[in-house]
């Protein structure tokens, strides 16, 4: 079998590289960081304008007609980057609403340097839907300040998907900020209108989406620490020699490729299987990739840091970013802990599945 990117998907990842890097250089992102919010707009537009913020979205949405794994590939190049915009939650709502009877929604949220955002934070949300009208909190709400549209799943009566509108008088937003710097919020909603856009299944779907969204730029933001860290191995020189020639250093540079090209097999397989409909086996494939993506995030980032001497904590040195990104992207998918449980219960519910 040829487990390798077709043309089109190859054509949509140089696409998104050649935009991200001329972009999102790292003075271009301390200067984004120096402001009051971490967003860049004009990138946000060029990248609407190239289509790469609706890659999965039908043609008839204006999208591409492509799939989520598609959507993915730009996404890993968002990690690579550290670039600040709203593509991760934008792909997931906009998903939701396209793949729900209200997909005529969309018409009205989409224009050029808007976007929509989306939480499956369940931990501390604490929405209810009564009489069409939505009441609670909800928390890390990624890019709410601006945005068009909030999808973001209610707990009671029962699990369902809402689309609302977050500049909305009945709701009451608290800044908040990510350890990366993302701009999120808290959001306290009074009686807020509603529009439900899935059931159980749309949550499931959602949530599920967002952990391999993430995995897939934890797996960005692994292979340019690596490649920052050969560029530095190789030129760094002690005792007259490069340090890149050290056993030590070329073992645990070693290590890093192992972990991820790991990382890479779970987190295609994972966008992959999202990309047809859902059943155990998927179930667990993401959970998969969800754990190897906060493993070998953890792992990697520590050891091109290493490498990197002081260099790797200069907050000047692109390393550093790196770093609290790929901590960022294993706190948003909650950890290696909770993934484990969560693997823990699915494996014991399937089991085989789990063998396959």
Not at 201 to 230: F, I, S, Y
Request: aromatic fraction near 6%; proline fraction near 3%.
């Amino acid at each position: 079998m040829d487990f390798a990117l077709n043309e089109i998907q190859t054509d949509i990842q140089a696409l998104a590289d050649s935009i991200f890097k001329d972009l999102s250089a790292p003075d271009a992102l301390a200067k984004v960081e120096s402001q009051s919010q971490r967003l860049d707009l004009a990138l946000w537009v060029a990248l609407q304008e190239a289509g790469l913020d609706g890659v999965a979205l039908s043609e008839g949405l204006g999208g591409a007609g492509l799939s989520f794994l598609e959507a993915c590939l730009v996404i890993e190049k968002l990690g690579r980057y550290s670039a600040p915009v709203p593509l991760i939650a934008h792909t997931l709502a906009t998903l939701a609403v396209a793949e729900s009877e209200q997909a005529a929604e969309l018409e009205g949220l989409q224009a050029s340097g808007a976007w929509l955002t989306a939480s499956t934070c369940h931990a501390q949300n604490a929405l209810r839907l009564e009489n069409g009208l939505v009441s609670g909190t909800v928390s890390n709400v990624p890019y709410a300040q601006g945005a068009r549209g909030l999808v973001v799943p209610v707990v009671a009566p029962s699990p369902s998907l809402v689309l609302i509108d977050p500049s909305h008088a009945g709701i009451e937003w608290q800044s908040q900020t990510s350890t990366a710097l993302e701009p999120q919020a808290y959001g306290t909603l009074t009686h807020v209108p509603a529009i439900v856009v899935g059931g159980e299944e749309a949550v499931k779907r959602m949530r599920l989406r967002e952990l391999a969204a993430n995995a897939m730029a934890q797996l960005g933001v692994v292979d340019a620490a690596m490649a920052l860290a050969r560029e530095h191995v190789c030129e760094r020189e002690q005792f007259g020699v490069k340090i890149g020639s050290f056993q030590a250093v070329s073992h645990r540079l070693a290590d890093c490729w192992i972990d991820a090209m790991n990382l890479r097999t779970m987190a295609l397989n994972a966008a992959s299987r999202l990309s047809h409909e859902l059943d155990a086996q998927t179930e667990l494939d993401v959970y998969a990739a969800q754990s190897w993506a906060c493993e070998a995030g953890h792992r990697v980032l520590a050891s091109c840091q290493h490498v990197c001497g002081g260099l790797g904590h200069d907050r000047d040195y692109p390393m550093w970013r790196y770093a609290v990104w790929s901590r960022h992207y294993e706190m948003m998918m909650g950890g290696n802990e909770l993934v484990l449980e969560q693997l823990g219960k699915a494996i014991a519910l399937s089991p085989e599945s789990a063998m396959l």
